[in-house]
């Protein structure tokens, strides 16, 4: 069997919204859509990413089993718990399977377990999350093999978190991109800084580099027209020195929802450009 690929992708979750005058102007606070990718051929499969409640990840272990591949690494791209919490329900289904991830991202994946951290995750998804949570191992090089095939894991710094990375899969012409690539979502910029904004963009120009005609975005719109690489690419660089410029004209978080409203109406997951708001603007952090 030749090397393909397939996504599995989960539907925004509802979560308490801890912003005021979200719910009332526009909604249920929701988590952004999610994507978890199974890459495989006669002799191995490769996962990556693995969500993050109890119940998502077991109907993606039974995905991953109608695929008729064995399942053979998981593979996780940066330390945010939405991406790995999943590995449980995971790994008990597929027992000869193994959870990695590289060394410099291995820190901030157990922070993302510490009790302190899965107490606010419990807030976002209270009894949803797994009893047991499971942190990668470190892989030694940066590589995986996927039967005959290999995956290039490159690691490109600071993103929507520190020590993100994305998987090419060169034979596919395919990138998958964890958190690096934003597909018709509002991007994740609570917490960002110029610093971290600036490494982004470099983040997809090494992206770009790498000559994929496919990306799959770790957070996709579930109507997004297409994973072409290009335009995914163009739109993520575009929103990125968009909001830089939207921060930097605005005194409050409603003059910076305002004007990326204005910009993006029709994106998903708008409570993630609202916690930047008021993240960067009600602090000095700007």
Known sequence: MALTYDVFQVRPKP??????????????????????????????????????????????????????????TVYVTHPHADHFMGLPAVLAAFP????????????????????????????FFPGQLPTDPIVPEALPGNSIRIGDSVATLIAVGATDTDNSSVVHVPELHLVVAGDVVYNRVHMWLAGSTPESRANWLRALDTVEMLGPSTIIAGHRHPDAVDDDARRQLEESRRYIADFQDALGSSETPQDLIAQMTEKYPDLGNPYTLWVAAFDLLSTSAA
């Not at 929701?30 to 077991?58: H, K, M, R």
């Not at 193994?98 to 899965?118: E, Y």
């Open 15 to 72: 979560i308490p919204s801890s912003i005021p005058g979200f719910e009332a102007r526009v909604g249920q606070a929701t988590w952004p859509p999610s994507t978890s990718t199974f890459i495989w051929s006669d002799n191995g499969g490769l996962l990556v990413d693995a969500l993050i409640t109890q119940a998502e990840a077991e109907l993606l272990a039974t995905w991953i089993g109608g695929h008729d591949a064995a399942l053979t």
């Open 96 to 123: 000869a399977a193994k959870a990695v991830a590289l060394p410099d991202a291995i820190p901030g994946m157990q922070g993302q377990v510490s009790p302190a951290a899965i107490q606010v995750w419990s807030g």
